[in-house]
């Protein structure tokens, strides 16, 4: 009987171990299935809006850094209109262009977010990266929300925090 317990302990503890396996949310083709490919109305509300990105921040001292997973999620807040978005562009803190999320634009459908997930092991942001998004929305329609969740866990530490977009344009 108590090899029996002891059997099921360490099957529960090792099968507690197994990592998730890992899914693409931001494949090529899940972008690929959301552009646009007509012209949106000029009569449309534009916007810019600006997100600070933290893929490192600064641990005890400006020497050494801590490596953060962020997720930067873009939210639709009509419940009856799309939010189009023209454009994407993720700088590092020197302000250079790292990349482009949007070969073309892309909509967010009715209530709908949608994500870019920049993995903990990627540096390339720094501790003053950012986004600018483009879009384009009804004009009764209430402004998106653009905001930036960053984590890390390490052991028994966790650290996380979230940053919202402002509107510049």
């Not at 810019?48 to 641990?59: C, E, G, I």
């Not at 490596?67 to 590092?92: K, V, W």
Request: charged share 20%; proline share 2%.
């Amino acid at each position: 009987m108590k090899s029996l317990i002891l059997l099921l302990i360490l099957t529960i503890t090792f099968s507690s171990c197994i990592e998730p396996k890992d899914v693409d949310v931001n494949s090529e083709i899940n972008w690929s299935k959301r552009s646009v490919n007509y012209k949106i109305s000029d009569s449309s509300k534009a916007g810019k809006t600006y997100l600070s990105v933290y893929s490192q921040v600064y641990s005890q001292t400006e020497h050494t850094t801590h490596n953060l997973t962020a997720t930067i999620s873009m939210r639709n807040t009509s419940s009856t209109d799309t939010l189009y978005i023209l454009h994407a562009e993720y700088f590092d803190t020197a302000g250079k262009s790292i990349r482009n999320y949007t070969k073309d634009k892309i909509f967010v459908a009715p209530m709908e977010s949608i994500a870019i997930v920049i993995e903990e092991d990627n540096r390339e942001g720094g501790t003053g990266g950012n986004f600018i998004f483009d879009w384009k929305i009804n004009k009764e329609t209430s402004e998106p929300i653009f905001e930036g969740v960053f984590i890390s866990t390490k052991g028994q530490q966790g650290l996380s925090f979230v940053s919202q977009g402002k509107t510049i344009e």
